[in-house]
């Protein structure tokens, strides 16, 4: 038998109440399971100068921000939007880095009017339109060159971003040069290097070389007179789907480490979904079952890809279970989402308990890039969200929390994002 993890899922109990009392599609996150990976991301990168910069993208959800905040993490956005939203969470402009392949010039103005810790430039004419408003404002701004350093991260080509031919960054044998020529004009301070090469990456070896070209070219920017701060090596440690080990954030740290130790450059890393991916459920029910003649058999949810869109999108594989299981064999399942699209599939010929209307399934490991990417495609409401968490970490939600429980045997949990309503999704229209 191949080594598999431990599934690391709410208890079912807990499961059960939230979706009958919330309903279901919901999101449900254990706060537990995100302290754990914090702590490790942390405990591992100790021995070095360091910040772990969360990249919001992953889930922005305001609950999970201040509790990744109250933990320690910066923040890592990747727009204007995920700018303020940090904002809203309590993170303070020294704790953002700004990235994002096009900026618009809005975005930038705000990014340097607020004087964030760092904004990640793409291109030589970024840094040009980053002086010219800093100028403008009679300001500086602390910016670090996105660098493409050519690494293969052998993650899905959707989301590799390392490779010359990516969209991504300045090829790392030009940023030398662009640092001499643009990076010393009037309104910047150069402070750092950034670099990132993909997500979902399972070898340590892409991250650890990125980290090496990433110290090389910061020495170089040294000996040319640029005394960067830190190196930025971006994200992309991935999570185990399917229950097989990877690498973990001690063994990441333990990889990187090496190349950074006595060169004088802190780091930043931007961790997403290793934070919390394994951190996320999909609560979703059953809302009809079939069988064809040939045998092919469909179990019908009522969440599809517009609350989980990564099956459809990168072929994306996640566990799927029965959370009250019935007596009985095991049986091949189609399990597919309710939408007008024949890649709304979550799995193909999976083996699950036999199945009824209106019972309630789990799709694991969904915390990351699971609510943030949900879309009302079909005019389908954005689904709600709940965080299980210890009572004492109740800080404040705004408005945001609409119940909580705490029932004998079961744990604490809340609603951190109500559904939304169809008036609510009309809004904006005329
Ligand atoms: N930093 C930068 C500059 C990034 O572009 C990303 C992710 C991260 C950090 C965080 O990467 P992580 O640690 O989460 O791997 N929607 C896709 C993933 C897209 C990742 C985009 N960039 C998915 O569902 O797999």
């Known amino acids: 038998m191949p080594e598999t993890l431990p599934l690391t899922l709410p208890d079912r109990a ?15 996150y254990d706060a537990a399971v995100i302290e754990r990976a914090y702590r490790a991301f ?33 923040a890592d956005a990747n727009s204007g939007g995920e700018i303020e939203v940090a904002l809203r969470a309590g993170f303070i402009p020294d704790q953002i880095v700004f990235t994002g392949v096009g900026k618009t010039g809005d975005e930038l103005d705000r990014a340097v009017s607020l004087g964030v810790k760092a904004i990640n430039a793409e291109s030589p004419g970024e840094l040009d339109r980053i002086a010219s408003r800093a100028v403008a404002l009679s300001t500086t701004v602390r910016v670090a060159l996105r660098v493409n350093p050519d690494i293969d991260a052998k993650s899905h080509p959707h989301i590799s971003t390392g490779l010359k031919t990516n969209k991504f960054g ?22 750092g290097l950034h670099i990132h090469v993909g997500s979902q990456i399972t ?46 954030p001690a063994e990441y740290a333990a990889a990187i480490l090496p190349a950074v130790r006595d060169t004088g450059f802190s780091i930043i890393v931007e ?37 989980l869109m990564r099956p459809a999108l990168y072929g994306a594989f996640h566990r799927i279970i029965a959370v009250s299981p019935r007596e009985g064999l095991e049986q091949a399942y189609e399990v597919v989402g309710p939408l007008c699209e024949s890649s709304d599939i979550f799995g193909r010929d999976r083996r699950l308990p036999p199945l009824e209307v209106e019972d309630v399934m789990a799709i694991l490991d969904a915390g990351a890039y699971g609510s943030v990417m949900a879309s009302s495609y079909n005019r389908r409401p954005l689904l709600p969200e709940v965080l299980i968490d210890q009572p004492s970490r109740d800080y404040k939600h705004n408005d945001t929390t609409t119940r909580s429980r705490d029932e004998p045997g079961r744990r604490h949990w809340r609603v951190i994002r109500r559904r939304q309503t169809i008036d609510e999704l009309l809004s904006t229209e005329v």
Do not use: C, W
């Open 14 to 28: 807990t499961l059960l109440a939230i979706a009958a009392e919330v309903g279901t599609p919901v999101y449900v």
């Open 42 to 74: 942390a405990e591992g990168l100790a021995p070095h100068p360091h910040a772990i910069h969360y990249a919001l993208k992953a889930n922005s959800t305001l609950a999970l921000l201040r509790l990744l905040r109250t933990l320690g993490a910066q």
């Open 170 to 191: 300045m090829p790392l044998e030009q940023v030398r040069q662009l640092y001499r020529d643009h990076a010393r004009q009037p309104g910047l301070e150069p402070v």
């Open 203 to 248: 070898s340590l070896d892409p991250l650890r070389r990125a980290a090496e070209r990433a110290v090389t070219l910061g020495r170089e920017l040294r000996d040319d007179g640029i005394q960067i701060e830190h190196l930025d090596l971006g994200g992309g440690l991935g999570i185990s789907y399917d229950g097989t080990p990877v690498p973990t």
């Open 271 to 307: 961790p997403g979904r290793a934070l919390v991916g394994a951190a996320g459920t999909l609560l979703t029910r059953v809302i009809d079952v079939k069988q064809y003649a040939d045998g092919l058999r469909f179990a019908v949810l009522d969440a599809g890809m517009t609350e």
